[in-house]
């Protein structure tokens, strides 16, 4: 027994129109939150709210099954001022279904609680079904899916809703983020001056610029080092004592967060720190039976560079959802209608390859 795909792919639908009208900033989710909670009310579904992540058991849980977990987010970031369209307004033009949040990660999250909604009723799966809806994925806040986990049963493996055209991200880079800091000697800018931070800077840059870290990893490349921002002066006449440099490293899987902030305050040729270290890469085995059930489907896979949720898991995760990572953060934001009538149809046989 099961709910009908083709209703429910009709009601996420207009369960992410809805979540679009409704301001959801980390740290402000609470209306999205209750959108969500009518959601699994209306299905007759129990759930748990812990501040505005809510989460879902299916019906036939059995605590000496493993555990699958089903996760997306339902907070955004703020739009941009590029925006032509209102963020807020949710609605379709030409198969285009418009709004903040609609591809990043709101066609994912809808279409994971449609997909976990069809298999609620089913008996005799080989895993137990977690739907987890999160908070503050954006930002890494303390109330995401990371300060949850210790209210979950134990999770064996993952998937978690992010766009990416529904193939296979079988692995994630992960991020460490450093403060450098660049020496000299402060002065007059009349007068001599062979130790400028600033000019010390130039030899700094190359040195970031040519760095490689050896190991590479099939999945993910090699380790990707950006000098993203600098600062340094406050006068036209004043040499600066520092200049200030921000550092962001994607690490693939052949490294820890750790082994990479060592080598680097090891070797960088100025003071270097690291921010932290919980932003992890992920990955799952290529010859996992939840990947092997997407690829019997003609699904690919590929290692993602951009960062989620799996950062918080230990468990082996797969990156899946409906929609295109490039178009998320950007102005105008859309997904496809026809993407997340995909996406769930993808999901639950993906699901049913592994589960039955």
Same mark, same amino acid.
């Given at each position: ?9 009709? !009601? ?35 759930? /748990? ?22 996760? +997306?987010? *339902?907070?955004?970031? =703020?739009?941009?001022? $590029? ?7 949710? *609605? ?22 449609? /997909?976990?909604? *069809? @298999? ?7 895993? %137990? @079904?977690?739907?987890? $809806? +999160?908070? !503050? ?6 109330? +995401? ?8 049963? =134990?999770?064996?493996?993952?998937? &978690? ?13 992960? @991020? ?16 001599? %001056? ?9 030899? &700094?840059?190359?040195?970031? =610029? ?12 090699? &380790? ?11 006068? *036209? ?5 520092? &200049? ?32 932290? @270290? =919980? ?46 990572? /490039? ?30």
């Amino acid at each position: 027994m099961s709910f009908s795909q083709d209703i429910l792919t009709k !009601e996420a639908i207009e369960l992410l129109k809805k979540l679009i009208s409704i301001q959801s900033f980390s740290k402000e989710e609470d209306k999205t939150a209750d959108a969500i909670e009518a959601w699994f009310t209306t299905h007759d579904i129990p759930f /748990t709210r812990e501040n505005n992540n809510i989460y879902a058991k299916n019906k036939y849980w059995d605590d000496t099954k493993p555990t699958l977990l089903l996760n +997306s987010h *339902h907070d955004t970031v =703020k739009p941009n001022q $590029a925006y032509t369209k209102d963020p807020f307004h949710a *609605h379709i033009e030409d198969g285009k279904l418009f709004g903040l949040g609609s591809n990043d990660a709101g066609g994912a999250l809808v279409s994971l609680i449609a /997909t976990f909604t *069809h @298999l609620y009723l089913m008996e005799d799966l080989n895993h %137990n @079904l977690l739907m987890v $809806a +999160s908070a !503050e994925e954006e930002n890494a806040g303390e109330n +995401s899916l990371r300060g949850l986990l210790p209210s979950l049963p =134990k999770i064996d493996v993952a998937i &978690v809703g992010e766009p990416t055209l529904m193939q296979l991200a079988i692995a994630e880079k992960g @991020l460490v983020v450093f403060d450098a800091v660049v020496e000299g000697t402060p002065s007059h800018a009349a007068h001599p %001056n062979g130790n400028n931070a600033i000019y010390n800077t130039i030899k &700094v840059l190359e040195w970031f =610029k040519n760095y490689r870290f050896e190991k590479t990893s099939e999945a993910l490349g090699d &380790v990707k080092l950006t000098v993203t921002q600098m600062k340094a002066g406050s006068e *036209h006449n004043v040499v600066p004592s520092q &200049v200030d440099l921000v550092i962001d490293v994607r690490v693939n899987d052949s490294y820890t967060n750790k082994e990479i902030a060592d080598l680097l305050k090891k070797e960088a040729p100025c003071k270097i720190q690291e921010r932290g @270290l =919980k932003l992890n890469s992920s990955k799952i085995d290529k010859n996992h039976p939840l990947v092997q059930s997407g690829i019997a489907l003609g699904r690919e896979t590929y290692g993602s560079p951009t960062l989620s949720d799996q950062a918080a898991l230990s468990c082996q995760s797969l990156k899946l959802g409906p929609g295109d990572s /490039t178009r998320s953060h950007s102005a105008d934001e859309y997904i496809y209608v026809q993407e997340i009538e995909e996406g769930i149809d993808l999901y639950i046989k993906i699901l049913k390859g592994f589960l039955l």
